[in-house]
Structures are given as C-alpha cells and as structure tokens.
C-alpha cells in the first residue's frame, strides 16, 4: 500500500473513531454550543439596543451573527482541546503507537471530526439566528460557497492550534485552561463593535489577531460590507495558524510516549 | 539453531540521572515463552516499551532486533511484526469492545467482511461474545484484559509483549489468561512476558531472566535457576517442648528454631534422605506432628538474586512447592 493511501486509509479509521466517540457522548458538543447561543440572544435581546448605538435592534443582529458564528468554531475547539488531552491519557494511544500504522492518523482523526463538528455548530447557531431575524442580504452564492470554505478553513486552523494545546496539556482541566484564549479572542475583536469605537489604545489588539480579519471578511461576504485587504490577511492567518498548529503537534506527538 | 525472535545486545536507558537499564542482553528464540521477573521499578516495563518502539534506547545500546528488524532503523517493520498488550488496558473506554475489535481489524488493513470474522472469532474465543455490544468502560478488570490481549491479537502478530498481563487479577481470570498464553505459543507465537509473580514465570516460561539493577542478574529455565541457590529442607515442627528438644538431639545437624518448636535440616528432597530423617527420628523415638519438603523455588532464587538478604522462610507464606506430610 502506498505511503497515501495508508495515510488517508487510516486517517478516515481513526475519523470514524472520533465520530463515534461525538455520537455516543454528544453533551460535550451540545454544551460548547450554549456559549455562542446564549452570547447571541444576550448581545441581541438584552445589550441589542445600547450596543447598536441607535440603529435599532434588527442592525445590531446583523452586525453580531458574523462574529457569534466564528465564535462557534472557538468554543468547538475548545472541547478538541479537552477531548484530545483526554485521548492521549488513555491506554489505547500507546498501542496506536506500537502498530505499523500512519502516525499522524490519529491526530487528523481528531481534527477533521472537530473540523465537521464546527462546521455543524456553526450551520446550528445560524439556523438560530435565521430565526431570530437574521438574513443575509444580496449575497451571491460565490459569496455563499466563499463564506463557507472561510468557516472550515478557519475552523481547520483553530482545530490544528487546539490540538496542540490538548497534547501540551497534562489532564482536561489544563486543557481547557490552555484553550480559553481561542474564546476570549473574539470578545476583544471587531465581533461585538467596531474598531472605531474602541479606546485607541486598545485598537491594535483588536485589529492584529485572527478573529478581526475574518470577522470582516465573513461579514463582507454575507452582508455585502466592504472587505478590503481583510481578505488576504484572513486566508494568511488560517492557513499560518495551520501549518503552525500541525507542525507543534505533530512533533509533540513524535515525542516521547507520555 | 534457531532464529531468534528478539536479540538485544547492551540495551541502555536512562532517564535523566536515574539509570533505569544498564546493559542488557537478551536473545529470544522464536515460538517460545520468554519471562523478565522483576520486582517493582526494575526496568521491565521500559525493556518492553523500547522493544515495542514505544521509547527510543539511550545512544550507546548495541544492536537491536525484533523480528529481524532492526529495531532503530527499520520501527515500521517491527511494530508490523509485533502486538503489544502494555501494563495499563489499552482499550477504548468510550465504545463497545466489538467496536475495538472492529477498529484494529481497519487499522491492520483487513477486507471488511475478514475483519468482522476475525472480530467476531476473538471475541467468542475470548469469552466476550455477550458484552460485545456493550461500552468497554463497563467491563470488569479481567474482561478488559481479555478484551485487550483479543485487540493485540487481531494482526496475527508473530511476537507478543506482555508486560504483567495478570497483575490485579483475580486467581481465576489469571489461570484463564495462562490458559490463553499457553493457546498462543501452541499456536508458533513468540511470547514476551515481564511478571513480578514468580510462580507465573514457572507455569508458563521456557526461559527466565531476573533483572534486578538495570542488569540481568540471571538467567536460564526453572530448573536452572533453582540450581542457582540451595535453599532445599525438611522442615519438622512439635507441639512438645520435650519432644522437640529429643529430635534436635537426634538429628545434630538441624538448625533450630525454638519459639515455633521447629527444626530444619538441609536436604535435596529425595527420598533417601527424607527416609534417614524419620529413621533418626524413630531411633530417638520421637514423632513429629507436621513434617514438610520444601524444595528451592524461584522466590528462593528470586530473593538470593535481588537481595542479598536470606531467602524467604516464612511458614505463614503459601508456597506451591511445600507439600505438608502429615
């Protein structure tokens, strides 16, 4: 068999794996998917008119669903994180270590599942805001397709990030710790207001990390908003952050058995 | 001369300052049981990790090979080669131990219908049929253990790892997996086994290596080992004070023990000399209430190898080759 298709062979052994595992314990993913959710109706029904400055309500939720939806993907991972550090704690890694199969496997398991479960949780959360007054206005379906493949791409590189974390972190707790970042993030970024309305400060914080660029490009894509050179720097960071998050955890796989 | 299925030449490791493995040589025939006895923290499990490609060896370990692989240059070989059932179940918790079986068979690349056959076969042959479609997290210690050894067996492996794989089992799931390790050399395997129980490595190895100190402090069969230490003797005890004190009389030769009003006398255990025992005896006109043979056994040895202390002469301590002569 060639060195591929044991790779994608055993890649989609250990995906199925991972699906199981989803499906037979499907709290955890239910769970992660309350922040967004309740993050939403809070910032619409609650904060909707004060954060909208006026505009009314039905702007502010158009403004927010964008952000809510990548925030999804940060909370998913989140629990790719835990999940993953929990894994590597059980006995049967040591024996996927001993047998002649594609190493990385395992982790890519891991990661196209969280990926596929990000990818769920966002289409959930939007069916959530769809219903609460959502609507994309104008959008072409070049637009559609471009904004999905923003979500997995940057699903994908959040998911590689997560992994890592998970396989630095030496029980759940510490996992979940090293993970938070990927939720507070978009708090701080364009998510919820605009740069503009930031202390000037602070607007450097919010405008150099990843969620901004593809908040705004999101945004641009679904609302018709312009997206500029945002576009460029959110491919730039998903596929950075990839290749940064593969390269950390697959050595730290290759490392020593824990 | 046979192959050997293992052959490892100065295996070194250290972790840190702490040198766990300080040289160890091992040559292992093939189809034959092979035991590393050791007690706690004397290295066996990092012996099997490193010859199961788990760990590396430290730099200056000479030549590895495993089923005829080198072991450094050529891990994919090996691990194709070999199953390992480690200390610690290497079963997934969170689904059914037919959904294990089945996801070894993918993994070991089997057609899917040889896969659910062989699944099917193991579970069966192991005894887990029933709980096949239950999570693994339910089962109990023995089952999980089963269910381990099946996992590690799904790839026909010609060379099998087994490091403790009875510890914290109850007496009848350890017979059962004696049982099932005797199966697996009847069936060509190789099998590789560390224990910290004696009596294990009796029943079930053809060699025996001690290691004791990161080195081999012996190693041969049983019966070889036993040879290493003497440690054979009658053993007589008396509920009479006086009766006692005639037969150390008797038998001058007899180390005495007087608070459990017993004597002991070197002997191999023939029947010569057991007979001369109880002709003193009959002379002085004497007669003991329990009389036992203890022959040498591998706690004998055990405990001469890795302690220079004395070997173990309890009477409270159960032993297989004590047989009471009343």
Redesign the interface.
Known sequence: MSSLSLAVRDSSTMLRRNLLHARRYPSLTLNLLLTPVMLLLLFVYVFGNAMSGGAGRAAYIAYVVPGILLLTVGSTVVGTAVSVSTDMAEGIIARFRTMAIHRPSVLVGHVVGSVLQSVAGVVLVGAVAVAIGFRSVGATAPEWLAAFGLVVLFALALTWIAVGMGLVSPNAEAASNNAMPLILLPLISSAFVPLHSMPGWFQPVARYQPFTPVIETLRGLLLGTPVGSNGWIALAWCLGLSVLGYRWSASTFDRDAR | MTNLAIAANGLRKSYGDKVVLDGVDLAVPEGTVFSLLGPNGAGKTTVV?IL?????ADPGTGAVHVGGHDLAAEP??V??A?G?T?Q????????TGE?NML?MA????LPRSEGRRVAAGLLERFDLAEAARK?ASTYSGGMKRRLDIA??LV?SPRIIFLDEPTTGLDPRSRHTMWQIIRELVAGGVTVFLTTQYLEEADQLADRIAVLHDGRIAAQGTAGELKRLVPGGHVRLRFTDPAAHRSAALALPGAARDDEALALQIPSDGTQRELRSVLDRLDAAGVEADELTVHTPDLDDVFFALTDSGSAPDLPNQPNRSTEALR
């Open positions: 990790k199961s490609t788990l760990v590396p994919q070989a691990r194709a070999i390992v480690g610690f179940s290497a079963v997934d918790n969170l689904i959904e996801l993918d993994l070991h690349h999570p996992m590690t790839g």
